[in-house]
Structures are given as C-alpha cells and as structure tokens.
C-alpha cells in the first residue's frame, strides 16, 4: 500500500501480527474517533502512564499538556512517549474460556514529543482539541486569554513511528467446541452520550446549542 | 481515613491536587468498574503503553498477558509498570475555551509486576477476568486446558503504591463568563451495551444466557 507507515523494531506486531495495521488512513480513522489517550513516558526509569485529550493535525498528534506536567519539568529538547489510543468495540464470548476475547481498534504512536511554545501554534492546537471532541463548540465559547495560553501546555508528537491494532467479528472457538451448548457472540460496545445537563448557573434563556444536542461518538 | 493508601513521592498529585483520591475502596471502586486498562512499561529506556484486559483479586490486580509478551522476554524479578484504568463519564462544556474539562475516574497503579506461573494461580486469575467483565459467564464456558493455560500469560501487581483521579458536576468558569450566551453544563458518557450478536455457526436452539442479556457496565 502506497500509504503505509514503515514498520520499526519497536511497532513491528510479535503477537497475533495478522491484527497490525500500518495504513496510515486506518491510523487516522482510529485517532479521529476516540479523544482519550493514554501516554507513557518514563521518569528515572519509572514508567508513568496519564489518560489526557489529543487531536490530530495533519500528521501530528498535540496531547494537552494535563499529562505532562510531570513529565515536562526540565524537558528540552523532547521526551520519549508511547501514546496509545483504545477503542472498545465489543466483547468477544467464546464457547472456551481461552478464546474469550474484545473487538478493538487501537493505535500506538512513539517518538519525541516537543513542547509546542508558540501562542498561535497553541491557539490552533486548543480548538483542534475542542472541535475535535465537539464540533461546532469553537466558534460559541470565548477564546483563550494570553494568560491562559500561558498556563496551558501542549505537546506535539508527529506520527511517523505508530501501527494499529484492530479486531473484529465473532469468536474463533476450537472446531469441537462449536458442539457446546452455550450462547457464543458478541457484545457490542460503544462510548455512548446521554441527555446533557446544563450546569445551575445557566441563564434560563439559553437553549442548548445543536452541537451539544447532536453530539454522538463518530 | 483508616483505609488510605499512603502517597509516595511517585504517586503524589502534583497537578489539581484537590481531584487526588488515596482512599483504597474508592480506588477499587474504579477498578472493579472498568475492565481495560493501559499497562507502561519500558524497554531500552523506551516507554510502550499497552491495552489489555484486568481483574482485582484482593488486594492485587491481575493483568492479562497479551500485553506482556513484549515485556516478559527475559523478564525475572518482576518489572516495574505503571497501570492506568481510566473511565470517561461526560464532557464538561464551559463557557471559555480554557474551562472545558472531562468528567473522569481514572486509577494509577505502580509496582512491580510478577510472572504468575502456578497452574491453579493462573486459572483463578483466568476465572477472576471473565467473571469481571461478563458474570456468570465462568461456569457455562469449557474452561483452560493444561495446554491452554501453559499459553497464558498472566501477571499479577500488588495495589500498594496506587492514587485515583476523579472530576465530578458541572464546568467552574470565571465569574465573568457566566453572564455570556452560551450554553454550558455536561454531556454524560458512558460505555454501553448494544444487542448481543450470536455468532455463525450458533446452534439454533440455544437462547441466549441470562448473563449475556443482563449485560451492563456496573
């Protein structure tokens, strides 16, 4: 495939290699539909891992900066990060116990994550975040002040080392168990948005806006 | 509190220290609520972050080993990890840009995970995940084979140096913003189960188990 991302010593898939995707585009779907990460990095030989927000843009992941402000205490010249993103799709009952299993897509990207210090670069990176989780909310919510571009911090990590990991469909059970008498299949699972709640301090007035009315999961 | 796990100078929330949960049930809380986790771990100073499935048995967690097959080549002694449970229960739209937020339980557990290679060790771990993510499932399945469970990797960390994260209610915006017209509050999220699909090559006359369409996230 013209579009696939090399395969590295560290992003080459040992175990069930046949559920490794290197297309970038299957990349990109995966990392455009989930908003939550969770990202590694390494701390006097500690690994730390911190669930944050991300978006991506173009070919960079930002990861907002809640995640690092333990890790960016006299970083310069960036830190090495692992930056996995996990979608649950299902869960997976076979008719053994061995073949019990979940339907997924996740995506792993590694590589040097640089502090992002230019305002308008930070701007850009802070309403990928919100029209990436929200679309539409951008243009209705005040912009972030100097002093608050100040107080945030944004990481950007291209994604150039990074493979997928996808499953799907039914449990694979061994031939002589499909004989049992047991209910095998799938459960979906999907991160799901409930009615929204407007917070006590609403002014009375306000409708809830279409993007707020609209929002699902992509 | 009686029940609190101490903090140590790795677990110590540094970044809103006020969101910082050391009270051990609240921390199990999250723990037997959510079933995947996100396992770092470091391999020639590289951190890789790994989703994969858990369980609680007590006072330790159990970590299935299709995340650890990277890590275990040569592994003895237990390697130092960092386990991270993170669940998302809404977004949390302010009135500013700078203000929006997530409501989050997140679980952050270090330590040194250890091999467990005990038959009857391996097989209540092997019991303690499928009853976790679907209960009722362990006694209607064929359960591991020697063979099968020779294949299985499953490690077990204590839950000693361990710290939660929780952000609950609605956005705190600066006094001034809440004369703005915009709409604010919460959007709840929550991981959700869809119709159970049953495979293939089911049997026509089995229903499906009561455990199957009871199915829901704690």
Redesign the interface.
């Known amino acids: 495939m013209g579009n696939e991302i090399p395969q590295t010593k560290?992003t080459k898939i040992?175990?069930l290699p046949k559920r490794g995707v290197f297309d970038r585009d299957a990349i990109y779907k995966i990392l455009d539909e989930a908003f939550?990460c969770?990202?590694?990095?390494?701390i006097d030989?500690?690994?730390?891992?911190?669930?944050t927000?991300y978006a991506r843009i173009g070919g960079d992941l930002v990861i907002h900066g809640?995640a690092a402000?333990?890790m960016l205490r006299n970083l310069s010249g960036g830190i090495?990060?692992?930056?996995?993103v996990?979608l649950?799709d299902g869960?997976v009952?076979?008719?053994?116990?061995?073949h019990?299993s979940?339907n997924?897509r996740?995506v792993?990207v590694?590589g040097k994550a640089v502090l992002v210090d230019d305002d308008s670069e930070k701007l850009t990176a802070?309403?990928a975040?919100?029209e990436h989780?929200?679309p539409g909310?951008?243009t209705?919510?005040?912009?972030?002040?100097e002093l608050?571009l100040k107080?945030?911090t944004v990481l950007r990590l291209p994604i150039e080392e990074a493979s997928a990991k996808i499953r799907t469909g039914?449990?694979v059970?061994d031939e002589e168990?499909?004989a049992?008498?047991?209910?095998?299949?799938?459960?979906?699972?999907?991160?799901?948005?409930?009615?929204?709640?407007?917070?006590?301090?609403?002014?009375k007035e306000?409708?809830?806006?279409k993007h707020?009315l609209n929002?699902r999961q992509k």
């Open positions: 560290k040992r175990r939550i969770h990202v590694g990095f390494v030989g500690q690994p730390f891992v911190i669930p927000g809640s402000s333990r090495d990060v692992c930056v996995t996990t649950v869960l009952l076979a008719r053994s116990a061995f019990h979940m997924y996740s792993v590694l802070l309403e975040f919100t989780i929200v909310r951008w209705e919510i005040r912009w972030p002040t608050e107080a945030t039914d449990p059970d168990d499909y049992m008498d047991v209910w095998a299949g799938v459960i979906p699972l999907a991160l799901r948005a409930g009615t929204p709640i407007g917070d006590k301090r609403q002014k306000i409708e809830v806006s707020v929002y």
